[in-house]
């Protein structure tokens, strides 16, 4: 099972728009996927075409990660309604904010690894939303994870959130967990005839080096308009979604070759 957290040090920079183009892309192939949504705003449950009412919510989890909490904290997506696949939200809540601390004990940083374990056969891949800050619920997350995939866009102010978020996560590597890595930055909301972002890719690419993935994610309407539908974008119609489509599945193959299974936890 791999295990991704998908995060962004600066709000606003389409982080669970990612989070949901990967699930899609592993949706396609055919991959047992489990998204955990730790951000309070709840945004990829809500993609993902869950009716929170039904299930209990990561927030109960934190609180008591017994089996039984966590089973019901898992629900199918909707997208498996009329498509065969395993896609599974745990779901997000507002009130996982009380986690959200930043000073954690050991057996807190520990809390969401102690909740993979009892799912570690269930799913091929793990995809861990994570809120756009470094308090608890991110280094819970980045504890559990094999990989960090930091969400940028080109922008002056994204551009210094990446920076701190390869420092912190290097400092969490030595300090907590040594299998965690960055899996690299990558670069979201480009549009290609902008040159104020060609100039912040370029200074990325000089900065972090081949850090930064290939490829850079441009701005597509299409991308909102299928997430705002709960449909994977692997099954939206037209040109722009299978270009789009594409993308995602790159970065997904990206997963696969930094994270072999049997390296996996």
């Not at 996927?33 to 934190?62: E, F, K, N």
Request: hydrophobic fraction near 45%; glycine fraction near 6%; charged fraction near 20%.
């Amino acid at each position: 099972m791999r295990v991704v957290s998908v995060s962004s040090l600066k709000g606003g920079v389409g982080k669970t728009t990612v989070t949901l183009g990967i699930a899609s892309a592993a949706f396609a192939a055919g991959q047992r996927t489990l998204i955990i949504d730790v951000d309070p705003q709840s945004d990829a449950s809500t993609g993902l075409d869950v009716a929170a009412q039904q299930h209990l919510s990561v927030a109960h989890v934190l609180a008591n990660p017994k089996p039984q909490t966590i089973r019901q904290a898992i629900a199918a997506s909707g997208w498996t309604k009329n498509h065969r696949g395993v896609v599974h939200v745990m779901l997000g809540s507002p009130a996982s904010m009380q986690f959200d601390t930043p000073v954690l004990t050991k057996r807190e940083i520990w809390r969401i690894e102690e909740v993979l374990a009892e799912v570690e056969s269930d799913y091929d891949l793990v995809l861990i939303d994570c809120p756009p800050s470094l308090n608890g619920l991110t280094r819970m997350a980045w504890t559990a994870s094999d990989r960090v995939l930091v969400v940028t866009e080109p922008s002056l102010f994204a551009v210094a959130a990446t920076q701190r978020a390869f420092r912190a996560i290097s400092e969490l590597q030595r300090a907590v967990s040594p299998r965690l890595q960055a899996l690299g930055v990558l670069v979201n909301r480009v549009r290609p005839q902008s040159i104020e972002h060609q100039f912040r890719i370029d200074e990325m690419r000089e900065m972090f080096g081949n850090r930064v993935l290939e490829p850079a994610l441009f701005e597509r309407v299409v991308v909102q308009q299928a997430q705002g539908s709960a449909t994977p974008i692997h099954l939206w119609p037209g040109e722009s979604a299978e270009e789009a489509a594409r993308a995602f599945g790159q970065i997904l193959r990206t997963i696969e070759a930094s994270v072999p299974l049997a390296a996996a936890n």
